[in-house]
């Protein structure tokens, strides 16, 4: 199975700042890798599908990029609504295995 | 606009069994892949279950294979979850949500429903 692993765990930045959490896979996924953002409470949101495709709604702070076993997620500028989890999350289609990431903590410092 | 509401979960004893609902609407519903994902109190996600939009394929975490069932009713616009022998590990918020779809089914999860709770302690 292909594991998945985020770095940092955790973050705090502050508001403004630029923010960047990686991904990586134990093995290729080419651009199979999305993005998503769970506020305390809530159930997670998707912001970036297939590494880069930002989804419709979602503000063009975040963005996503990478492929093959690397990924890099991308707040652009920091904002206090942005205090989140973000997952990173693979997907293998032979046969469909769906492997989220352990997940990176957003704080505001 | 698109709805998932979850219903079903609540404590049940180890070996137990429960059947989780997923009401949809705002969409066709049978035109999209399902999935059910779960999330054990202050951990990550993980992955249960898929279900084709024709409920003709399906596939499940090693975790829950031989125990838990997926299904679905499209005449009634609902995704089930058939939980049985459960064990405490499986205490978790459990979502339903939609597969992306785009000229087929997508790797990713477009839509997620609120969750329900599932505790399984004695």
């Known amino acids: 199975d292909i594991q998945m692993t985020q770095s940092p765990s955790s973050l705090s930045a502050s508001v403004g700042d630029r923010v960047t959490i990686t991904c990586q896979a134990s093995?290729?996924?080419?651009?199979?890798l999305n993005w998503y953002q769970q506020k305390p409470g809530k159930a997670p949101k998707l912001l970036i599908y297939?590494?880069?495709n930002l989804e419709t709604g979602v503000p063009s702070r975040f963005s996503g990029s990478g492929s093959g076993t690397d990924f890099t997620f991308t707040i652009s500028s920091l904002q206090p609504e942005d205090i989140a989890t973000y997952y990173c999350q693979q997907y293998d289609n032979l046969p469909p295995l769906f492997t989220f990431g352990p997940g990176t903590k957003v704080d505001i410092k | 606009q698109v709805q998932l509401v979850e219903s079903g979960g609540g404590l049940v004893k180890p070996g137990g069994s429960l059947r989780l609902s997923c009401a949809a609407s705002?969409?066709?519903?049978?035109?999209?892949?399902m999935s059910w994902i779960r999330q054990a109190p202050g951990k990550g996600l993980e992955w249960v279950s898929y279900i084709s939009s024709s409920g003709s394929t399906i596939y499940y975490a090693d975790s829950v294979k031989g125990r838990f069932t997926i299904s679905r009713d499209n005449a009634k616009n609902s995704l089930y979850l058939q939980m049985n022998s459960l064990r405490a590990e499986d205490t978790a918020v459990y979502y339903c949500?939609?597969?992306?779809?785009?000229?087929?089914?997508?790797?990713?999860?477009?839509?997620w429903g609120q969750g329900t709770l599932v505790t399984v302690s004695s």
């Open positions: 949500a939609r597969v992306g779809y785009s000229y087929g089914p997508q790797g990713y999860f477009d839509y």
């Open positions: 297939d590494a880069s």
């Open positions: 093995q290729d996924i080419s651009n199979y």
């Open positions: 705002g969409f066709t519903f049978s035109d999209y892949y």
